[in-house]
């Protein structure tokens, strides 16, 4: 058998799999998001003629949040924990390169922040089920939509733990969430700003990904879908902006003293 | 052969190995020796692809640590290893083994984990496994795609008399089916057991380098290598 980019990437990626879904980190929080998905039927049961609409907002904001959680707790300690721990000293020691380690844990840590996604979204769909909402179909486009943000959000976390401790680069990744949902909110206020402002506030941007473009949570509970073209310019979106995310952890990485 | 030409390395403007020149044969085992801090983890990460020099020229074969097919052949075990806690042993050594070209197969990772005493404990998870284990656990992952050249960084540290004594036995057995061992290591009774050379390194320079006895001299190796350090100490 010959080393091929993907083959070994994804031997990387499958031990990074293993590995974060065995985490007691992962399993708390997919405990909590599902007594929390729960929750929202007895809040929707005491919603006057709400109760669809609440457990569908409520629990759409429940699995976002939770997936979030899991994403910013996993992704900001892996590489950290693999330099300080010296775990990657097994793999870069081997005839493995820098990019399939950071492309292999990108893809292993997304493989279970999705499938912990979408256990949350079979919860969800059968508590909306049970309340009498039917099959939320569109639920699952405003899913496929969060996987996508939090593929982006993966890539940068893996790319602030390759130099910055897990609780430096969690309070990175917050603000950079916190922000890239405001961007669009900045961009108005920085119209009516001073030069200075509006130059700042430019920079962050085109800088900052654009993690608005990513939330349809509000579009779905009005059973209304983005267009074809749309969803395919978020998913170029989110590949481009994790591609350049990963080839800068990969160079942060590679530059590092062992 | 293994090839260190002129080696300086820096690390955050302090020299931590200079000029260093040294030439190991094919088949020998090689012992690197030297006080805390000396130079030789960060020789041994250079060796094995992990760190990159500052200038000069290690090659293994003629070749690079840092290309990845030279890496192919080689076995390393870090000093004091840290694990996948949430792996099993047999996972483990199954992910290491999956990075090379030609996986070995589950037997043969088996008969590893059988070799270095932890088959028992294969289906357990490394979070279990004892200090003497992980240190076992560490051998055996070195030697997982059957090395032609093996790396060890303080190999015996860890293990008991009982450890120590069956991990020198399969580093002899290395070196009979002709491997090229290279290990670092403070217990200098066992290196005097198991090197036919070694080399000696102070602050980052080279002191000797050359067969055992020439350096001994009839006084056993740890007489002869503290005297060498304290009279150094004493000039310095």
Known sequence: ?258 | MIEIDSLHKQIDGRTIVSNLSLSIQKGSVFGFLGPNGAGKTTTMKILVGLNHPSSGRVTIDGHAPSETLTREKLGFMPEAPYFYEHLTGLEFLRFCGELFARPRGEAAYEALLRKVGIFEAKDQRITTYSKGMKQRLGFAQALVNDPEYVFLDEPLDGLDPIGRRALKSMIRELKHDGRTVFFNSHILFDTEELCDEIGILNRGSLLFAGPLGEFTRGLSLEEQFVATIEQLEVTA
């Open chain 1, 1 to 258: 058998m010959k080393h091929s980019f993907i083959r070994d990437t994804l031997v990387v990626a499958k031990n990074t799999f293993k590995e974060s879904v065995r985490d007691k980190v992962f399993y708390a929080l997919f405990a909590f998001a599902f007594i929390t998905i729960t929750f929202t039927l007895f809040l929707g049961s005491i919603s006057l003629s709400e109760d669809v609409h609440v457990i569908r907002s409520l629990g759409m904001a429940g699995i976002y949040l939770f997936s979030i959680l899991i994403t910013v707790f996993l992704g900001t300690a892996l590489m950290y924990k693999e330099i300080e721990r010296r775990t990657l000293y097994f793999i870069l020691s081997k005839p493995v390169t820098h990019a399939q380690v950071v492309v292999g844990k990108f893809l292993g840590l997304f493989a279970s922040v999705a499938l912990s996604t979408l256990g949350m979204t079979a919860v969800y769909l059968a508590t909306v089920l049970y309340a009498g909402g039917g099959f939320d179909r569109l639920a699952l486009l405003a899913v496929f939509f969060e996987i996508l943000e939090l593929g982006l959000l993966i890539a940068l976390s893996i790319f602030f733990s390759t130099f910055a401790k897990p609780l430096a680069g969690a309070v990175y990744a917050i603000l950079v969430i916190y922000i890239g949902h405001s961007l669009g909110m900045l961009a108005a206020v920085s119209e009516k700003s001073g030069v200075l402002a509006h130059r700042f506030i430019q920079v962050l941007y085109y800088l900052l990904p654009n993690l608005e473009k990513f939330n349809i949570r509000d579009l779905v509970l009005y059973n209304q879908a983005p267009s074809l073209s749309a969803t395919l310019a978020v998913v170029l979106y989110a590949a481009v902006y994790a591609t350049i995310l990963l080839c800068g952890g990969t160079l942060l990485l590679k530059r590092r003293e062992f």
